[in-house]
């Protein structure tokens, strides 16, 4: 079955990095576009950064741009997102997700999520 | 960027009970509306997508209509397990922008 797996999360000091990981199974990697969506503690959710099936297209929200950056790495089945020069604002659950057809955009299937918390 | 205003904030109902829950967005998504439902610690769960298509799996008292800019999410006869947040998404362009949620509770 479609599995997605995060890791990576943990405290970090603000303006540091960190890099966050999500290991998928279960389906082709190389057909989906894959997103990362975050949840701040008790708030709603938003959406972070998608990247395309092949790569060679990526999205990101305003407020991360030029700081986070998603990546792929198809022979590992892996989804990554590396954020830099990380503030409070950036404490969340972050949840990599799927697509449910190819290039549907919406979130069918999700990670269970990881806790990345900026916090000196 | 596309706004979504979920409404109300809070739905307090019974189970048995109807639900009828409000996404308003500020531009036409023409159909391109997602309606997620997430419990207590879990991950959100899709429920309806393209504003009226059931996931695979979805209860069928869950539906979804609407169009343009005005969508609601139904629940026919709520259920314990439905008393959850339910959050619309559009991905009309970007950004994917998410409503800030209504909670179902009892």
């Known amino acids: 079955q479609v599995q997605l797996v995060e890791s990576g999360g943990g405290v970090v000091q603000p303006g540091r990095s960190l890099r966050l990981s999500c290991a998928v199974s279960g389906f082709t990697f190389r057909n989906y576009g894959f997103h990362w969506v975050r949840q701040a503690p008790g708030k709603g959710l938003e959406w972070v950064a998608a990247?395309?099936?092949?790569?060679?297209?990526?999205y990101y929200l305003d407020s991360v741009k030029g700081r986070f950056i998603i990546s792929r790495d198809d022979s590992k089945n892996t989804l990554y997102l590396q954020m830099n020069s990380l503030g409070a604002e950036d404490t969340a659950v972050y949840y990599c997700?799927?697509?449910?057809?190819?290039?549907?955009?919406?979130?069918?299937?999700w990670g269970q999520g990881t806790l990345v918390t900026v916090s000196s | 960027e596309i706004v979504l205003t979920q409404s109300p904030a809070t739905l307090s109902l019974s189970p048995g009970e109807r639900a009828t829950l409000s996404c308003r967005a500020s531009q036409s998504v023409n159909s391109y509306l997602v309606w997620y439902q997430q419990r207590p610690g879990q991950a959100p769960r899709l429920l309806i997508y393209d504003a009226s298509n059931r996931a695979t799996g979805v209860p069928a008292r869950f539906s979804g209509s609407g169009s343009g800019t005005d969508f609601t999410l139904t629940i026919s006869s709520l259920e314990p397990e439905d008393f959850a947040v339910y959050y619309c998404q559009h991905r009309s362009n970007w950004p994917l922008t998410f409503g800030g949620g209504t909670k179902v509770e009892i």
């Open positions: 990247i395309w099936s092949d790569g060679s297209v990526e």
């Open positions: 997700a799927r697509d449910i057809n190819v290039g549907s955009l919406d979130f069918g299937y």
